[in-house]
């Protein structure tokens, strides 16, 4: 029987928020057509979600966006600490840290940087390129049903504004439907950790005068403790747009209608310690703080990803970061198989991989809200550091973490998803190492080099390289080889007499086989008797060809 379908195409993207538009992008790198839908008519108005962190923004750096972005998030390049205290004008403010960076030290790790890039700024520059990559994208439509089976999804969706119906066939659904995923729910997917933390009011308003009062202090936010107007104070162009999240308490019968303009104001005003400053609200909407973790990050041809996936205390920016960073992890994957160059298992490891990091990662922001007292949360004693310890920093949290099981090759189950201290050197399940080489275009990081294909990296005069590209050959599989050296042999310089063996964790004559996402697959400490058989069966194991 004819199947009647108004669509086909590899993938269906559900959601057009932050997490959505990432992962058009992605795909969009591998030449992966797809639909996305999505039930509002636009991206997102309200600042929001706009920590983005050192990892994330190695992502778009390499998918070519990065100047965009922080060409939209100029207006707070210059904000970098975050303030605590009572108000703004007492004496006991204090900066909990005046430098996300201070030294510079990040350069060590990463040729990207921390930016502030509020949701509503981010979103259309992705817009802006991912039809650019094949993308279709259907703003005002929203997911009615879907039916998987064994090959495919088929949805039906509906047109808003016109009320059409149309039926998609997919061959694989991508859900980044937000933390009351519809798709999560049909697929009966359950969900873990403490739930809800606290909500809160995000309030945006206008206030020419408050300038005055912060003065020259460029924080990226301020909490303020007064009991009675305690609050989260935000700049949005550190003029005369702001945002203030208020705490909001539900469970004592407070609704959103109680957040009058009046209210709103005169909170702001106690909070900030300026009785007469000048106030107009602009907006409000409501928000809700969780730690909920998805038992399991889709079924069959269904995946999850962001919100969908997991809920996380926005304090430390992880909850985005981590969405983004899921959409980069199952991108290359979803490429891989819908290419032939892998077997279906490969999407396995998309949760594999993906699941124990949304743990810990969840449960660190929840400690991070407690070390930040942040407004409206009041965690259980249990729950509080203990001495002021801090389980693994904010660094290692966000680019430090380590897949130990899934599309890796050598790695030890034993060790913890998120390490006390940072250590990427070139171990595998862990992001390779940046290191700044020299080649025929220029200069370049290693991390430039992973994005479509796997990459093997070896020394001048070893055999890997020709071993690598015949493996590629033989198998129909990405593998870019790289000799690094001095002579006119060698693909790569290193800068300054380093020693990328060294950096790597091998030896001038082991070799280094990075993912597309730049996570290390596999390494030999030394040279191998056949490296082109070895390799053979290394891009077998890693893309589930056998």
């Not at 970098?80 to 005046?98: A, C, K, P, R, V």
């Not at 209210?263 to 005003?269: F, K, L, Q, T």
């Not at 380093?498 to 964790?505: L, N, P, S, Y």
Request: aromatic residues 6%; contains cysteine.
């Amino acid at each position: 029987m004819k199947e009647n379908v108004d669509h086909r195409v590899p993938v269906l993207i559900v959601g057009g928020s932050l997490v959505g538009l990432c992962t058009s992008l992605f795909l969009g790198r591998h030449g992966i057509r797809h639909m996305l839908v999505e039930k509002h008519a636009g991206t997102s108005k309200h600042p929001r979600g706009r920590g983005i962190n050192v990892r994330t923004m190695e992502l778009f750096r390499v998918a070519g966006v990065e100047d965009r972005i922080r060409e939209a998030a100029s207006v707070l390049a210059d904000n970098h600490g975050i303030m605590q205290g009572g108000s703004l004008t007492g004496d006991d403010l204090e900066w909990l840290f005046e430098e996300i960076d201070p030294g510079g030290a990040l350069a060590r790790f990463s040729p990207a940087a921390w930016c502030l890039c509020s949701q509503n700024d981010i979103e259309p520059v992705l817009m802006s390129v991912t039809p650019e990559l094949g993308a279709d994208l259907r703003f005002s439509t929203e997911l009615l049903s879907f039916d998987p089976d064994d090959t495919g999804v088929t949805a039906i969706v509906k047109n808003r504004e016109t009320g059409e119906h149309s039926t998609v066939r997919a061959d694989y659904l991508v859900a980044a439907d937000g933390p009351r995923s519809p798709v999560r729910e049909q697929l009966g997917i359950g969900q873990s950790g403490h739930g809800d933390l606290f909500h809160n009011v995000s309030v945006t308003f206008r206030s020419r005068g408050l300038a005055d009062v912060v003065g020259d202090r460029r924080f990226i936010v301020c909490y303020l403790t007064k009991p009675g107007a305690d609050g989260a104070l935000l700049p949005v162009d550190n003029r005369e747009r702001w945002v203030f999240h208020a705490p909001w308490h539900p469970d004592r019968g407070e609704t959103m209608d109680d957040f009058t303009d009046e209210r709103c104001a005169e909170h702001i005003r106690r909070a900030v310690g300026a009785p007469g400053l000048d106030v107009e609200i602009t907006g409000k909407a409501p928000w809700h703080a969780a730690e909920r973790v998805a038992e399991r990050y889709g079924t069959g041809r269904v995946f999850l990803a962001g919100d969908s996936a997991h809920e996380m205390s926005p304090t430390g920016a992880f909850g985005s970061n981590t969405g983004i960073q899921d959409a980069h992890n199952l991108a290359w994957k979803l490429a891989a198989v819908l290419n032939g160059a892998a077997g279906p298992r490969l999407l396995q490891t998309y949760e594999a991989e993906r699941l124990p990091v949304a743990r810990a990662t969840s449960e660190r922001a929840s400690a991070r809200s407690a070390e930040h007292s942040h407004p409206g949360y009041e965690p259980e004693p249990a729950r509080a550091p203990a001495g002021g310890r801090r389980p693994g920093g904010v660094l290692s949290v966000a680019m430090g973490y380590r897949y130990n099981l899934g599309a890796v090759l050598g790695t030890d189950p034993e060790l913890p998803v998120v390490p006390e201290r940072m250590r990427l050197n070139g171990e595998p399940g862990t992001r390779a190492p940046h290191m700044w080489l020299r080649g025929p275009g220029g200069r370049t990081s290693t991390v430039d080099l992973y994005e479509r294909s796997f990459v093997l990296l070896s020394s001048e005069g070893t055999p890997w390289r020709a071993a690598a590209r015949s493996a590629s050959a033989q198998l129909g599989v990405g593998l870019d080889a790289y000799a690094i050296g001095t002579s006119p042999e060698a693909d790569l310089a290193t800068e300054e007499g380093a020693d990328w063996a060294e950096v790597h964790g091998t030896t001038k004559t082991g070799a280094v086989v990075v993912r597309p996402d730049g996570f290390v697959a596999w390494r030999s400490a030394e040279a191998v008797a056949d490296p082109e058989a070895v390799l053979h069966e290394v891009l077998s194991a890693l893309l589930y060809l056998s």
